[in-house]
């Protein structure tokens, strides 16, 4: 098992910045890919942006492309994800994910492996 923690999030007014950490624990030398998603009440849970464990390739969502940066430190078993320029369409809970496979995915349900998730407001 993988356990996913995440850190970071809050209140930030628009066009201000936040970081979320994500501590992977466990099992986590079978892990090839992890992710951001975000979710909004009545809405279908969104990909942000993923790593690669591997070679370290990037993916974003083109909503926060220019904005956004993921980027891991696999000493630490951790992976941030660092929000610049932020906009109030930004708020969300973000939930980290991480899964078994080396190819990228962008939906939900081919993550392994879920954090309990950080609320992401901004004001306007």
């Known amino acids: 098992q993988v356990q996913l923690v995440e850190s970071g999030g809050g209140l930030v007014q628009t066009g201000g910045s936040l970081r979320l950490s994500c501590a992977a624990s466990g099992r986590t030398f079978g892990i090839d890919r992890m992710g951001w998603f975000r979710q909004v009440p009545g809405k279908e849970r969104e990909i942000v942006a993923a790593i690669s464990t591997i070679d370290g390739s990037t993916h974003y969502a083109d909503s926060v492309k220019g904005r956004f940066t993921i980027y891991r430190d696999n000493a630490k078993n951790t992976v941030y994800l660092q929000m610049n320029s932020m906009k109030p369409e930004d708020t969300a809970v973000y939930l980290c994910?991480?899964?078994?496979?080396?190819?990228?995915?962008?939906?939900?349900?081919?993550?392994?492996?879920w954090g309990q998730g950080t609320q992401v407001t901004v004001s306007s």
């Open positions: 994910a991480a899964r078994q496979g080396a190819y990228y995915t962008s939906h939900p349900g081919e993550y392994n492996y």
